[in-house]
């Protein structure tokens, strides 16, 4: 392992690499910042043998042109906080300061902290990332809803309603759900009712079991019931069976996707300053979070909150005809489907949860007392939350970027 320390100043940088146990690799030495000498730095440094990861404090904007040189060389470089590295090592450095010297303390911060450096990346790169990731993942919740709508419509001949009688949420860790894991193995109400309880008890407990699911003897009972009381319009003969397990398998296969996708997307966002921001705001959980960083991208490109709402298309049309003019209901619906489809969801939890002291549901019961059509209070909400997001959004970029 190569731990490269950067003492960076204005035009020049003081460069010193070590390993383990004090070795010195590179003896402390100075490299201009032009273009000819930063490439031929990224050079000597990605010849050297065994991992390499290269640390500097951030220095204004006199560490951007050295971060991003090295790291588009496809070094591992990490932008650390000057007061980390004064701190270190009880900050035993005497004056006079040396660049040498504050290179060597870099290098072995490295060290100390090998595992727990986070790689620097442009926020510009990871925003475009989490976009393209975001679009993939609106493809891919649209196919979760084909193949959903499809196996219901199998059931409705198989087995109705056996996808009501399983309340419990999607699984965390690989988003399945319940009742389509069950229909993979009981994919016709004939496979339960023609058994007894005793003998589906036990199949259902080995399923359960097999599954990670948590068996109960009233959950058992309650579905034996279900199937008893449940008529088919079709036979349970092996090519309906078959249809019916195959549409589960297509369902399964989407939902690990929309899963794989969303867990991708929380890994990119979480490198973003705004991410801790944007998940405690109430009603947006990690399946929504990085959906609204991924459409609204950096707030600041929009020179106010209400230029943003507009943008997303929140705002409402003006309708001038002669000496009339009215201010109409209806959203322009510019911008991003996206967007709207995801603040529509986050407006929903507010009204399930009711949340106390929450400005944008106060403000959503207000607008629903005045009478205010439902699409007219959701909508009006949605474009309070957008402004808040702006404004706490902004501020803690503002706040990151003085920082680096």
């Given amino acids: 392992m190569n731990a490269v320390g950067i003492d960076v100043s204005k035009g020049k940088s003081m460069v010193c690499v070590m390993r383990p146990f004090g070795e010195v690799v590179l003896e402390p030495f100075e490299v201009l910042h032009t273009a000819q000498n ?5 050079g000597k440094l990605k010849a050297l043998d065994g991992e390499t990861r290269v640390v500097l404090e951030a220095t204004g904007n006199y560490h951007k042109p050295v971060t991003f040189v090295l790291h588009d060389a496809g070094l591992f470089v990490s932008v650390v906080n000057p007061v980390l590295i004064s701190d270190f090592g009880g900050n035993t450095l005497r004056k006079p300061k040396t660049d040498k010297k504050d290179s060597v303390k870099i290098a072995s911060y490295a060290l100390t902290y090998w595992l727990d450096l986070k790689e620097y990346t442009p926020q510009e790169d990871l925003r475009k990332s989490l976009k393209l990731l975001n679009r993939q993942y609106q493809q891919s919740i649209k196919l979760k809803t084909m193949m959903n709508n499809n196996l219901i419509s199998l059931l409705d001949l198989t087995f109705p309603g056996i996808n009501k009688l399983f309340t419990s949420p999607s699984r965390e860790s690989d988003g399945h759900e319940k009742w389509v894991d069950f229909v993979l193995e009981f994919s016709h109400c004939d496979m339960i009712s023609k058994l007894t309880i005793k003998a589906f008890a036990k199949k259902y407990k080995k399923w359960s079991d097999k599954n990670s699911y948590h068996f109960t003897e009233s959950s058992c009972e309650k579905i034996y019931a279900f199937a008893k ?19 589960a398998k297509m369902l399964i296969s989407a939902t690990e996707n929309c899963h794989a996708i969303q867990s991708e997307m929380n890994r990119v966002a979480s490198k973003l300053p705004e991410y801790d921001t944007v998940m405690n705001m109430y009603g947006v959980g990690k399946a929504v979070g990085p959906q609204l960083m991924a459409e609204i991208g950096d707030p600041r490109r929009f020179h106010s909150r209400k230029a943003i709402t507009a943008y997303f298309g929140y705002d409402s049309e003006n309708n001038d005809s002669g000496q009339k003019t009215t201010r109409s209901n209806p959203m322009t619906k ?35 007392s005045e009478g205010k059509h439902y699409y007219s209070y959701i909508n009006a909400a949605a474009n309070k939350f957008l402004r808040i997001y702006y404004a706490r959004v902004k501020e803690v970029l503002n706040v990151s970027e003085q920082m680096t």
């Fill in 334 to 368: 510019k911008g991003s489907g996206a967007l709207r489809r995801t603040l529509f969801i986050i407006m929903q939890v507010l009204l399930q949860t009711k949340p106390q002291d929450n400005p944008v549901y106060d403000f959503l019961i207000k607008k629903k």
């Fill in 38 to 42: 930063l490439n031929d730095l990224a």
């Fill in 229 to 247: 009381d449940c008529v088919s319009s079709v036979s349970s003969d092996k090519a309906i069976v078959f249809s019916v397990v195959q549409a």
